[in-house]
């Protein structure tokens, strides 16, 4: 596949995942339906009609590439393939049910263990993020399209990080002062991932935790904007691993994160 390729792929699902987005508000409107999944935690109708949407489009656009959905996976079932669809229908399903604003839709397409294409919907925030290559990452918000290129938005001699827990470990302080972070804000979902491809936040860290489906969208979205992204030793971050459980991650919106 050809950049192009991506680029009518990625456009050809944006009112796929608008439809989505609207659909998961109407639904919590009506009052969701939950119940608990074996590994303890929640799952909504909403999750569940969701990735039908999202699931029947990309299966319409590319029926040749298998889909990996954190509502319909096996984990049992070893994962060997290279090319491949990520999808995770709404990241943070707890926040979701809460009536918050900040959880997400998201796919990725996934060719040769990197993401080549994102999209990351945020239906409460009226935003939808996508990208589809390098300097090809986008914001739709209120009728207009903005191009994503992690711009500091932060003050001055600032780098403020965002953090996936309201107290982080002091492994992962550690990493962030190495940075020079001077403060941090807590924040679930993927749409931690938005916040440093617009600028808004400098650096990401995180140890071993989640699956591939939760980092995937926003991972492309926020590298295709311009940031680096590794694991926290600097590695080359991958997908495609047999049991879909991430490594730990990196994500710095330039070298320079006071620029």
């Known amino acids: 596949m050809k950049n192009i390729e991506f680029k009518k792929i990625a456009e050809n699902l944006l009112d796929t995942f608008n439809e989505a987005g609207n659909l998961s508000i109407e639904l919590f ?153 001077t403060t941090y804000k807590n924040m679930s979902s993927s749409y931690k991932f938005c916040v440093i491809a617009t600028g808004e936040f400098d650096i990401y860290a995180a140890r071993e935790r989640a699956f591939e489906w939760d980092y995937a969208a926003g991972h492309a979205i926020v590298k295709h904007a311009g940031a680096l992204v590794t694991t926290l030793d600097k590695k080359d971050f991958q997908y495609g691993k047999k049991d879909y459980k991430n490594l730990s991650l990196l994500i710095r919106r330039s070298n320079n994160l006071n620029d």
């Open 29 to 181: 409107k009506k009052g969701l339906k939950v119940e608990i999944k074996e590994d303890g935690s929640p799952v909504s109708n909403g999750d569940l009609l969701v990735n039908e949407i999202i699931t029947k489009k990309i299966k319409e656009l590319t029926p040749e590439i298998p889909i990996i959905s954190e509502e319909t996976v096996n984990l049992k079932e070893e994962n060997f393939y290279k090319d491949f669809w990520l999808i995770d229908p709404i990241d943070g399903t707890k926040l979701y049910i809460a009536g918050k604003k900040t959880y997400t839709l998201n796919a990725a397409l996934i060719i040769n263990n990197k993401p080549v294409i994102g999209l990351l919907g945020a239906p409460k925030l009226k935003k939808l993020f996508y990208s589809y290559g390098i300097n090809e990452s986008y914001l739709l918000e209120n009728n207009n399209k903005i191009k994503l290129n992690c711009k500091k938005k932060t003050p001055f001699n600032e780098v403020v990080a965002v953090t996936n827990s309201p107290t982080p470990s002091k492994e992962i302080l550690d990493k962030l002062k190495e940075y020079g972070m």
